[in-house]
């Protein structure tokens, strides 16, 4: 059965990039037809997607977020990475990496494989 965990700083101050990375165990990021996604949920809010890197290596990010984040993936290591650059307090979240069949959407927390959720908080 696939896991994912998330990893990375819980305090970054503004403008700065935030770098998170998801290490995927039991899968293999490379192989068969899903789309490795990033989300967040800010305090209050809904979910918010960043966007996904495919199996084939295939990006696609969220248009509002699409200036400022990047998604990159370490085969070597089996895994995924999200950037986010020039954060501000706003960017504050919990931030979720997920495994996601084809069809479905990514902000669906019933379906597919999901990290527990890692809290970032922005702030000087």
């Known amino acids: 059965q696939v896991q994912l965990q998330e990893s990375g700083p819980g305090l970054v101050e503004p403008s700065q990039t935030l770098s998170l990375t998801c290490t995927v165990s039991?899968?293999?990021?490379?192989?068969?037809?899903?789309?490795w996604t990033w989300v967040r949920q800010p305090p209050g809010k809904g979910l918010e997607w960043f966007g996904y890197?495919?199996?084939?290596?295939?990006?696609y990010y969220n248009p509002s977020l699409k200036s400022r984040a990047s998604i990159s993936r370490d085969t070597s290591k089996n895994q995924f990475t999200l950037q986010l650059r020039s954060v501000t307090p706003e960017d504050t979240a919990v931030y979720y990496c997920?495994?996601?069949?084809?069809?479905?959407?990514?902000?669906?927390?019933?379906?597919?494989?999901w990290g527990q959720g890692t809290q970032v908080t922005v702030s000087s």
């Open positions: 039991g899968g293999s990021i490379t192989t068969d037809n899903y789309y």
């Open positions: 890197i495919h199996s084939s290596g295939t990006t």
């Open positions: 997920s495994r996601l069949p084809y069809g479905v959407s990514m902000v669906d927390r019933t379906a597919g494989s």
